[in-house]
């Protein structure tokens, strides 16, 4: 549950709303406004993988990204394995204007 919690986070928080991490999280919200295409899809999914990577590198290892714009929300689903347990974990989140 901590590491979904984190990796929540890292997705929910946009660039800039932190003060000290200026860089901190990921582009996901702003990417609900743009068109529904696969093409924004596939944006969305390698943003999630690096920004899961990059922030969260050293506790999971990211096997899958999946995202699907569907109306005006993203659905995705991130598949992870957490490296001290070596456990492999599925989160689904939905994001939406």
């Known amino acids: 549950l901590f590491r979904s919690q984190l990796i929540k986070q890292v997705l929910?928080?946009?660039p800039g709303e932190r003060i000290n991490r200026p860089d901190f999280g990921c582009e996901i919200r702003r990417m609900l406004f743009a068109p529904n295409s696969?093409?924004?899809?596939?944006?969305?999914?390698?943003?999630?993988?690096?920004?899961?990577?990059?922030?969260?590198?050293?506790?999971i290892s990211v096997d899958n990204v999946k995202v699907q714009a569907i109306d005006e929300r993203l659905?995705?689903?991130?598949?992870?394995?957490?490296k001290a347990l070596q456990?492999?974990?599925y989160l689904n989140i939905e994001v939406s204007m």
Not at 42 to 59: F, R
């Open 38 to 59: 696969e093409v924004a899809a596939s944006l969305a999914q390698v943003s999630i993988y690096q920004a899961l990577e990059k922030w969260l590198g050293t506790l």
């Open 75 to 82: 659905e995705i689903r991130v598949v992870f394995v957490i």
């Open 12 to 14: 929910l928080t946009s």
């Open 87 to 89: 456990e492999r974990r």
